[in-house]
């Protein structure tokens, strides 16, 4: 004769411990695919309010504040008794020998971009190792002698690429310019940015990981940066080509 099984009744007790068991189990699930998700990336935005003054030394600046300085800029302007040798000469470098930054060719000579706000910044963008004297933003003469795309914009983006305990960062620089008189060109760097995440791309002018969150025109109080390095007196090496009168600047 086959039996038929009844339901157990169970205590109270049971029942409770039992439930216990059941949320351990999904918070244990929940934590795990938590732990699995990929890490957020994060920038980190420094305001600033800095002014590369002419001839007053390069400036160098610190993206992620390790206390190791990563670019700098500098504005030259030199004259002398005959005035077609007169020049204006901004210039963006790397201080540390790993670090790079975004090039494009200016006349047949390697120059910084000038990235326009929204552009992305990673590992397929154009770096290429520079020379140590760092990339030529804008060069101009008295004798209409020209090149480098920051004299053609008020202000733009560089896009940077830096080593940090061995990893590969992204960031960029917003920098405007304002033209005075003859070739006195004013410069100021607004703000810079970095990627925590290495590898990661961070696109120009944004802040933050929202969408909508780029950085302004409003200037904020002046971020930490290293005593400028006075510029030697001598002007550069210049060489004339025979040919388009081009001055190089060596």
Not at 106 to 135: E, H, M, V, Y
Not at 167 to 189: D, R
Not at 241 to 246: A, F, K, L
Request: glycine share 12%.
């Amino acid at each position: 004769m086959k039996r038929s099984r009844g339901t157990a009744n169970l205590s109270e007790s049971v029942h409770q411990r039992l439930s216990m068991y059941a949320l351990a189990a999904s918070a244990a699930g929940v934590g795990a695919l938590a732990l699995a998700q990929p890490a957020e990336a994060r920038i980190v935005y420094t305001r600033a309010n800095i002014k590369i003054t002419q001839n007053g030394g390069s400036i160098f600046f610190d993206l992620n504040h390790d206390g190791i300085p990563d670019f700098g800029l500098s504005n030259k302007y030199f004259s002398t008794s005959q005035r077609s040798q007169g020049f204006v000469f901004l210039n963006a470098q790397q201080h540390q020998q790993a670090n790079e930054i975004w090039q494009v060719g200016s006349q047949g000579r390697k120059c910084a971009g000038a990235l326009t706000a929204g552009t992305k910044i990673g590992p397929s963008g154009n770096f290429q190792k520079d020379p140590k004297s760092g990339l030529a933003m804008a060069f101009e003469n008295l004798e209409g002698t020209y090149y480098g795309p920051w004299l053609k914009v008020k202000q733009a983006y560089l896009g940077l690429k830096f080593v940090v305990k061995g990893k590969t960062h992204f960031g960029w620089a917003h920098i405007k310019l304002n033209p005075t008189s003859g070739l006195s060109i004013s410069e100021t760097l607004t703000g810079y940015a970095y990627e925590t995440i290495p590898g990661k791309s961070i696109i120009a002018g944004k802040t933050t990981g929202r969408m909508d969150d780029f950085t302004n025109d409003d200037p904020g109080p002046a971020a930490s940066l290293t005593k400028p390095i006075p510029d030697t007196p001598q002007p550069p090496s210049l060489g004339i080509s025979s040919r388009d009168g081009t001055i190089g600047i060596s």
